[in-house]
């Protein structure tokens, strides 16, 4: 029986702002002998006579486009050119994903952010990057705190003016902004000026925005202020809110199901853990799931999900979670069994209550599958005539277990 053919290797070169002259020896041989080389127009621009190869151009939308061009093309010597580095938010990932790492080949340029970092003296560790192409802007909120370094890749030559308007917008309005344009190449050009003062006509596409922030200092733990968040009343107070996160204790990359959202403030905080943290948040409310979506803009995450419907019906079809949280709704026939019937062995399961209604389902629960228990009180201090008491906040009963389908349910003492 005969070996498989191994299927080709993709070649995927970096090119930057100084085209043909800039690439690398090897990087120009895999050119010249491709059969067919993708990319943008404007990639595809750059390439000489010489290299005779077919030349196809990305459409619009990419993403989607990737497997059916590359199967178009099955068989032939591929390139696919990149902007700089093609693994830094570039289309390297997206054809990792489809064909393996295996079958590909990159040769790398040095990227937008390793320019800006060598002309703005910036070490590039201790360098935020955000990346606005291919999503909404309020994502820059997230990295925003006072006296941080921030580059951001642009989308277009509108970016630069986009991120001046929310800097000012959110109280970054003094930070120094400088647009790097063409960077490497002949045409190379930095704008300086300040947020709320920018008055720049958009320049060059191939930009990328340095911002060096000056407003408020951001927190970076769970527990925002209150009046950080719209609400109408239905909002996870401070101190709960803090001791609730970490229960569900988020992890890179993790989901979680935020029932009953009313604000999302479960939700929004879970994202900010970490970048690659995700988030469905499901209200019944079509107002206050407007007002979740809302509250995830203005705090910098608007990469979360909002379904609107009743729990449990509306779990139906999401991904599966690694954690959930239920906030709103615990005696709704089915929703806590709902809950933990989705989850995978050793996802997390955190309920809230302030009724006693909902806190002997919860003490049911811890019957049968342990976990922890608890009451959380807090009282803040008050003016009381001219002296200062406690004012009790209502207790808040919370059970938080980790799933584990080898534990069989506790026996009925």
Request: glycine share 12%; net charge neutral; hydrophobic share 45%.
């Amino acid at each position: 029986m005969a070996a498989a053919v191994p299927a080709p290797v993709i070649t995927v070169v970096g090119v930057g702002a100084d085209g043909w002259e800039g690439l690398a020896p090897a990087a120009r041989e895999a050119l010249l002998a491709a059969e067919a080389v993708i990319g943008a127009p404007r990639q595809l621009a750059l390439l000489p006579a010489e290299a005779a190869a077919a030349r196809v151009a990305w459409p619009s939308p990419l993403l989607p486009a990737v497997p059916g061009l590359l199967a178009e093309h099955a068989g032939r010597r591929i390139c696919v050119l990149a902007s700089g580095d093609p693994m830094f938010f570039g289309i390297g990932r997206a054809l990792a994903d489809t064909v393996g790492p295996d079958r590909l080949r990159v040769l790398p340029h040095p990227s937008s952010v390793s320019y800006a970092c060598a002309r703005l003296g910036w070490p590039a560790e201790d360098t935020e990057v955000v990346s606005l192409v291919g999503r909404p802007l309020d994502t820059l909120t997230a990295a925003l705190s006072d006296g941080r370094r921030l580059l951001v890749l642009s989308a277009d030559a509108a970016t630069p003016g986009q991120v001046a308007a929310l800097l000012t917008a959110r109280g970054y309005g003094a930070g120094r902004m400088r647009v790097l344009e063409q960077l490497g190449g002949a045409r190379e050009r930095i704008t300086d000026g300040v947020a709320e003062s920018w008055r720049h006509p958009p320049g060059d596409a191939l930009n990328i925005v340095a911002v060096e922030c000056a407003g408020p200092r951001a927190q970076l733990v769970p527990g925002l202020p209150d009046d950080a968040y719209a609400h109408d009343g239905q909002l996870t107070k401070r101190h709960v809110r803090a001791a609730t996160l970490a229960a569900l204790a988020p992890a890179p990359g993790e989901l979680l199901w935020d029932v009953g959202g009313g604000s999302g403030s479960i939700a929004i905080e879970w994202l900010r853990a970490h970048r690659s943290c995700r988030a469905v948040c499901v209200e019944r409310d079509p107002v206050r799931a407007g007002r979740i979506a809302g509250n995830a803009a203005a705090l910098g995450v608007p990469r979360l999900h909002v379904a609107t419907g009743p729990a449990p019906a509306a779990l139906a079809g999401l991904p599966a979670p690694d954690a959930v949280f239920v906030g709103g709704g615990l005696t709704a026939p089915g929703l806590l069994q709902a809950c933990w019937d989705a989850l995978p062995p050793g996802g997390r399961l955190v309920a809230n209550t302030v009724t006693l209604e909902s806190e002997a389902l919860l003490t049911e629960w811890y019957r049968r599958h342990g976990g922890d228990l608890v009451r959380l009180a807090v009282a803040h201090a008050v003016p009381v005539g001219g002296f200062t008491g406690w004012r009790q906040a209502m207790p808040v009963t919370q059970w938080s277990a980790v799933k584990d389908t080898r534990t069989v349910e506790r026996e009925t003492p």
